[in-house]
């Protein structure tokens, strides 16, 4: 391990940007630039030449992205200036520099249909604005470098930030008795401690390429709803509804894929180990965040 090595995460107050500040500097890496949206605006192509030919880095952690999903159909531009020319921006500054790049991408590239879990090479016909974006900077990234990880995610839930875990203990907290919960939507969730710990696994190898990295484990969200509150030891009760059922509850919304299970032939290929399963991921961290 080249703790010297020259090091920039973008999104570095999101989720997992915070995960991988922290990982970094628990593995003694010395030159880590964290940066977010108040100290670079990944849309001012001016602005990322200067921080990434100035600084030529060795290796991008690129988190940083638009990810309000439902907004995104309303602000399609600033969706796409941030998720597709953003990351073209720092893919071409990456490639002058010859440095590596990890880009974090979602499931929500492919539209979710059948039940089997997607290969990483799969048809990407993603459904909304903030997936097709998403899979525009893929494209990007896979046209303009050669030093590339393309790591797929979903269900993200970390302790800095916004998440389904936070908002579920919150309903129940205020005194919800009873939440309905989605239960067609089928996936894995994706801690980000642990996934911070295989991006900087991968970081300095050269096994390039395209993966997917989730907890084990499938579940719908109203699966994951009741396991959150049997955990938390709360009495809440969860009332399974479909996706049509609920987009008739809150409208304007996204369309999201109802099947997100995502194949890891190719993280076994290379020699990544795996995450650990979903229900161990949640229990640690919710003693962490209760704790």
């Given at each position: 391990m080249n703790q010297n090595l020259k090091i920039i995460v973008t999104g570095a107050k999101g989720q997992l940007g915070y995960d991988c500040v922290r990982e970094l500097k628990e593995r003694g890496y010395k030159n880590v630039v964290a940066i977010d949206k108040d100290e670079l605006d990944i849309t001012i192509q001016n602005d990322v030449n200067r921080l990434i030919l100035e600084y030529k880095p060795d290796i991008i952690l690129h988190n940083a992205a638009w990810t309000a999903v439902d907004k995104a159909e309303e602000m399609k531009e600033e969706c796409y200036a941030v998720n597709a020319m953003g990351t073209k921006y720092i893919a071409e500054a990456c490639?002058?520099?010859?440095?590596?790049?990890?880009?974090?991408?979602t499931d929500y590239v492919f539209d979710g249909q059948g039940e089997k879990f997607f290969e990483t090479d799969d048809p990407k016909l993603g459904l909304s604005v903030y997936g097709k974006t998403k899979s525009i900077g893929e494209d990007f990234v896979t046209s303009i470098m050669k030093k590339y990880f393309i790591i797929r995610i979903s269900w993200v839930f970390g302790i800095n930030g916004?998440?389904?875990?936070?908002?579920?203990?919150?309903?129940?907290d205020s005194g919800k008795k009873e939440i309905f919960v989605v239960n067609d939507q089928i996936g894995s969730p994706t801690y980000t401690y642990d996934l911070s710990k295989l991006m900087c696994d991968m970081m300095e190898t050269d096994k390039y390429g395209i993966y997917h990295a989730t907890n084990e484990g499938i579940c719908s969200w109203a699966e994951l709803a009741c396991f959150i509150f049997k955990e938390s030891q709360r009495d809440t009760k969860v009332i399974p509804i479909t996706t049509e059922e609920y987009r008739k509850l809150?409208?304007?919304?996204?369309?999201r894929p109802l099947n997100s299970r995502l194949s890891k032939k190719s993280l076994d290929e290379a020699g990544f180990k795996r995450l650990p399963q979903w229900k161990e991921a949640v229990s640690e961290y919710l003693k962490r965040l209760l704790n």
């Open positions: 490639h002058k520099v010859g440095a590596k790049l990890i880009y974090i991408s916004n998440n389904f875990i936070k908002t579920m203990l919150k309903l129940s809150v409208l304007n919304q996204a369309k």
